[in-house]
């Protein structure tokens, strides 16, 4: 058996990220469902082939459940720490500053930057939001 | 690889950061477009507000501008729990994804984040993830008071707008 701390990191990680993000996946099934990822869920069913709900869904509901990940780091409760490749060791929820998730879901993020699959930026309008920037004036 | 932007960039670009909050009281052109039927009703009671601690769910508004505020406790501040959110059909990355996008966008003004335009942002951002605009200016101005009725201090940075 794993130590109880190993216990104890298994027991968070299900609850606070492996069951919250099936329950937020989840709330496309009710009738209220709102907002542009259900949407596009719903379509993609209405197509009614199975590649076109897969490739919709898959990589919103990974992109879901890495969101409810690093969500649960920037809100302390799995207080994890990252060795960099220099050997410098970083404690998540500190100096993460609790904008992990943002980092990772929004426009120009992480999935931008780093990820070489495929996503949609449910906010790519908002760049140029408040106009140009003090840089561009 | 497929990228794909989930909506096309549209004409509400280039406004001032000094209407910031004008312009999301009012909602954007895409944003009204995108607003349930039956938004902007001012009798809306808003979304049921916990601890975070005692519901988890969403920060409103995020907890960055206000976490080196010596009043504000992550666990002890109001928060749309994740029942209320799976209760309203609420996504909760896309109000993440619309917080940190609106605020990176409002850093680059080099303006100074005030509670207005902190208020402005938090309700664009609900509304985008398909609160209405009606009960999502009630949630953020309920969290803005208990905010402040903590003794927390005007917003001491931006969320996501760096060091």
């Given at each position: 058996?794993?130590?109880?701390?190993?216990?104890?990191?298994?027991?968070?990680?299900?609850?606070?990220?492996?069951?919250?993000?099936?329950?937020?996946?989840?709330?496309?099934?009710?009738?209220?469902?709102?907002?542009?990822?259900?949407?596009?869920?719903?379509?993609?069913?209405?197509?009614?082939?199975?590649?076109?709900?897969?490739?919709?869904?898959?990589?919103?509901?990974?992109?879901?459940?890495?969101?409810?990940?690093?969500?649960?780091?920037?809100n302390?409760?799995?207080?994890?720490?990252?060795?960099?490749?220099?050997?410098?060791?970083v404690?998540?929820?500190?100096?993460?500053?609790?904008?992990?998730?943002?980092?990772?879901?929004?426009?120009?993020?992480?999935?931008?930057?780093?990820?070489?699959?495929?996503?949609v930026?449910?906010?790519?309008?908002?760049?140029?939001?408040?106009?140009?920037?003090?840089?561009?004036? | 690889?497929?990228k794909?932007?989930?909506h096309?960039?549209?004409n509400?670009?280039?406004?001032?950061?000094?209407?910031?909050?004008?312009?999301?009281?009012?909602?954007?052109?895409?944003?009204?477009?995108?607003q349930?039927?039956?938004?902007?009703?001012?009798?809306?009671?808003?979304?049921?507000?916990?601890?975070?601690?005692?519901?988890?769910?969403?920060?409103?508004?995020?907890?960055?501008?206000?976490?080196?505020?010596?009043?504000?406790?992550?666990?002890?501040?109001?928060?749309?729990?994740?029942?209320?959110?799976?209760?309203?059909?609420?996504?909760?990355?896309?109000?993440?994804g619309?917080?940190?996008?609106?605020y990176?966008e409002?850093a680059?003004?080099?303006q100074?984040?005030?509670?207005?335009?902190?208020?402005?942002?938090?309700?664009?951002?609900?509304?985008?993830?398909?609160?209405?605009?009606?009960?999502?200016?009630?949630?953020?101005?309920?969290?803005?008071?208990?905010?402040?009725?903590?003794?927390?201090?005007?917003?001491?940075?931006?969320p996501?707008?760096?060091?």
């Open positions: 058996m794993p130590s109880p701390e190993i216990e104890e990191f298994a027991k968070l990680l299900l609850q606070k990220v492996r069951d919250v993000a099936i329950r937020d996946c989840g709330v496309a099934l009710r009738p209220n469902a709102a907002g542009p990822v259900f949407k596009r869920w719903k379509e993609a069913a209405h197509n009614g082939n199975l590649e076109s709900i897969v490739r919709t869904v898959v990589p919103d509901i990974v992109d879901n459940t890495v969101f409810h990940l690093l969500d649960a780091i920037d302390r409760l799995l207080k994890l720490s990252f060795t960099a490749a220099n050997g410098k060791r404690d998540l929820p500190t100096d993460g500053l609790g904008e992990l998730a943002g980092w990772y879901i929004g426009t120009g993020g992480w999935r931008a930057l780093y990820s070489q699959e495929r996503f930026d449910d906010f790519a309008d908002l760049v140029g939001f408040f106009g140009p920037s003090k840089e561009e004036k | 690889v497929e794909r932007p989930g096309s960039r549209d509400s670009r280039g406004h001032s950061a000094a209407n910031a909050a004008a312009r999301a009281e009012a909602g954007t052109p895409a944003a009204a477009a995108r349930p039927a039956d938004s902007t009703t001012e009798s809306e009671p808003g979304a049921a507000l916990r601890p975070y601690g005692e519901g988890g769910g969403h920060h409103v508004p995020a907890k960055r501008a206000f976490t080196e505020d010596p009043n504000y406790d992550i666990d002890e501040v109001i928060a749309t729990p994740n029942s209320e959110l799976d209760a309203q059909g609420i996504y909760h990355p896309q109000i993440t619309a917080q940190k996008s609106l990176r409002f680059k003004t080099g100074p984040l005030t509670w207005d335009v902190v208020r402005s942002i938090e309700t664009q951002a609900l509304t985008r993830a398909g609160m209405s605009s009606g009960s999502a200016s009630v949630t953020v101005n309920k969290a803005i008071s208990a905010l402040q009725a903590r003794g927390v201090g005007s917003p001491v940075r931006i996501w707008g760096g060091k």
